[in-house]
């Protein structure tokens, strides 16, 4: 938005261009032996093939360079190039290579204390900083031409100048930004120009608008709309009912924003496709949504989307020339530097060949070494990981074991407890004390587990998923004791660990093992139990 908006506001000098065919200013070119007249030919042609052949007219701009290096005032002459250059650049928003021509001119202009010629260039310059949002920069430069047109007195220039100061300091601060329209307005009453007359109107209604001065925004917008009748550009009148339109969507006075809007729309029919149409369309979408009108929000906003969607593509197109410009300027710097330097490296070519093969050769070595060592490294590491994979594993598994052991004998302790308490209460001759040796009963019952395995295969199920699953799955025969076992082995439990932690006695640990194996169908008795379970 800030983009369009300032392409409305910047002075920018136009070229002057014969009147010439491209062909008639190339053949010309041939027969004109001055440096002078050749670089202003060259800086022409260059103008005219920008949009139709790019790279010649890179060309031509590379042979006035030349040419103008052989004049009587090489510099000054170098330095029209590099304006003309600069131009070039920053109509294809390349503005970092823009930025590059602009400061070698403008080196040569303050050297030679070309004050005219400076306050041009550093007017490009401000709208170069404006484009690229670097606001600080863009004041600087709109000061250093303001200074220099009020010594120049100039009315027109100075009311555009002003008006861009002020549009610059609209975001940041308004109080300033009213400061330079007010003067601006001060000199727009000794001026004809309707066009810079309405935009300094409206400008003034924006400011008071974010102001919130609600009498000096709609005078100034009365203002504005009583020259839209005068013969001015479509879209500077387009301006006008938008940004009124904007005024009035803050104020929620949402007949006055359709009104507005689609005569912006109207008047922009000729560029719908524009950051003020996407704009426009942005407006009247909310507006009907907040009045519940879903048809016409529906059909604005399928505009907005058709809008957005085709400024996107065009900013990508514009991107992509952008670097491909730049690359293009880059490559084009560095050959002109080598050739500049031929005589010095004719040489040593063949030697550069041997160095340029040799480094790509060591590239190469390095490469290959580097590949090795990454791959190293990533064995290395996902050894590492598996490992702590494992030792993570082995130590859920004690947690499990420790957990059930755990479990286990804590029932048998308060099985013990129960049983002596029983007798105990058998032996109490007193009432109140088998009453209270009944009270501790209950709550020890109350604490004992009574399904521990079941705790157990919930807390396996956990760190070994699917287990059980894949048992049940394979082998629905297998009963909840032999599942039961099936996980104990998988943990690698000796019988003996298995017997203590389920208090069966040894014997019944292997016989049920080898009830297990039938079931398995493990006739060969060199297969482990343990290892059979595991390739679970």
């Known amino acids: 938005m800030a983009t369009r908006l300032f392409s409305y506001f910047f002075l920018i000098l136009s070229l002057s261009i014969h009147s010439q065919s ?4 190339i053949d010309g070119l041939n027969t004109i032996n001055d440096h002078q007249k050749k670089v202003e030919l060259c800086r022409k042609i260059a103008l005219r093939l920008q949009k139709s052949d790019w790279d010649r007219a890179i060309k031509y701009i590379e042979i006035a360079e030349s040419e103008a290096r052989k004049t009587e005032n090489p510099e000054l002459t170098l330095a029209y190039v590099y304006v003309t250059a600069g131009k070039m650049y920053a109509s294809k928003e390349v503005f970092d290579v823009s930025l590059k021509y602009y400061f070698k001119a403008h ?3 303050k050297q030679n204390n070309n004050i005219e010629e400076l306050s041009k260039l550093e007017n490009n310059l401000a709208i170069i900083y404006s484009l690229g949002k670097n606001k600080e920069k863009a004041l600087k430069y709109f000061l250093n031409v303001y200074h220099y047109q009020k010594s120049k007195n100039d009315p027109v220039k100075l009311v555009k100048i002003l008006n861009n100061i002020g549009t610059l300091y609209l975001d940041k601060n308004v109080d300033s930004s009213l400061h330079y329209y007010q ?10 120009d309707y066009t810079l007359k309405i935009y300094v109107y409206t400008n003034l209604a924006r400011a008071y608008a974010l102001k919130k001065d609600k009498k000096n925004t709609e005078y100034y917008f009365d203002q504005a ?17 938008e940004s009124f339109s904007q005024y009035k969507l803050k104020e929620k006075n949402y007949d006055a924003v359709i009104a507005n809007a689609k005569k ?3 008047l922009g029919k000729d560029n719908v496709y524009s950051f003020s149409g996407l704009n426009l369309n942005k407006m009247l979408y909310e507006v009907y949504i907040s ?6 929000a529906v059909h604005y906003f399928q505009k907005y989307n058709a809008i957005n969607d085709s400024i996107n593509v065009e900013e990508k197109a514009v991107n992509l020339e952008r670097i491909k410009l730049e690359q293009d300027y880059k490559v084009r710097t560095q050959i002109k530097t080598l050739i500049e330097q031929k005589k010095l490296f004719k040489y040593s070519v063949v030697g550069l060949i041997l160095v340029v093969g040799i480094l790509i050769l060591i590239i190469l070595l390095i490469k290959y070494r580097n590949r090795n060592i990454k791959n190293q490294l990533e064995k290395e590491k996902l050894n590492t990981k598996m490992q702590g994979l494992k030792e993570n594993l082995k130590a859920k598994n004690m947690v499990l074991v420790g957990k059930a052991m755990s479990e286990i004998h804590r029932t048998d302790s308060i099985n013990e407890i129960l049983t002596d308490l029983k007798q105990i209460k058998l032996k109490a001759i007193n009432k109140e004390m088998q009453q209270a040796i009944d009270i501790v009963l209950k709550r020890l019952e109350k604490n004992l587990n009574t399904d521990i395995w079941k705790e157990f295969e919930i807390s396996f199920e956990q760190v070994h998923q699917s287990f059980f699953d894949k ?9 909840p004791k032999d599942r039961r076992l099936c996980a104990l082995l998988y943990l690698d439990l000796t019988t003996k660990e298995i017997s203590q932690i389920t208090g069966q006695s040894f014997k019944a640990i292997e ?9 398995f169908d493990l006739t060969n008795e060199k297969v482990n139990l343990s290892t059979y379970l595991n390739t679970f």
């Open 107 to 109: 080196d040569i202009y």
């Open 291 to 296: 009045t519940a009108d879903y048809k016409n």
């Open 264 to 266: 912006a729309l109207e």
């Open 22 to 25: 491209t062909k008639e200013l």
């Open 225 to 241: 709309f009583s020259l839209v009748d005068k013969p001015v550009d479509n879209a500077v009148k387009a301006f006008v009912y």
């Open 471 to 479: 048992l049940k799955n394979d082998y629905p025969s297998l009963t």
């Open 183 to 192: 003067k601006a307005q001060a000199i727009n009453g000794t001026i004809k």
């Open 511 to 519: 016989n049920s093992r080898t009830r297990l194996r039938k079931k």
